[in-house]
Nanobody, 126 residues
Framework: QVQLVESGGGSVQAGGSLRLSCVAS????????MGWFRQAPGKEREGVAAIFTRGGSTYYADSVKGRFTISRDNAKNTLYLQMNSLQPEDTAMYYC???????????????????WGQGTQVTVSS
């Protein structure tokens, strides 16, 4: 079992920055990949960024490339999402997810992940 707890969300103005954190506990040693997803009201869940445990390869949605950075601190079992140049369209609930199965083929698709956090709200005003 893996437990994921997100934090760091909040309200910012357009152009601002936030850093989300996700602390993982449990069988994190078997995690193949971890990712950040978001869901805005009335919209489908969207994969934002993902990072592989082995090798550290990263993947980003086109909408956030160049603005968001995913990273992890294995010693602290913590996943981060640094979000810069935030825009109103980034407003959503952000979720951390972990894949403990086979390495994901499509790391930005939610079905690849076994465990999910409760989410942290990000609101960007214009």
């Amino acid at each position: 079992q893996v437990q994921l707890v997100e934090s760091g969300g909040g309200s910012v103005q357009a152009g601002g920055s936030l850093r989300l954190s996700c602390v993982a506990s449990g069988a994190t040693y078997s995690s193949q990949c971890m990712g950040w997803f978001r869901q805005a009201p009335g919209k489908e869940r969207e994969g934002v960024a993902a990072i592989f445990t082995r090798g550290g390869s990263t993947y980003y949605a086109d909408s956030v490339k160049g603005r968001f950075t995913i990273s992890r601190d294995n010693a602290k079992n913590t996943l981060y999402l640094q979000m810069n140049s935030l825009q109103p369209e980034d407003t959503a609930m952000y979720y951390c997810a972990a894949d403990l199965g086979s390495p994901p083929v499509a790391p930005l698709l939610g079905y690849e992940y076994n465990y999910w956090g409760q989410g942290t709200q990000v609101t960007v005003s214009s």
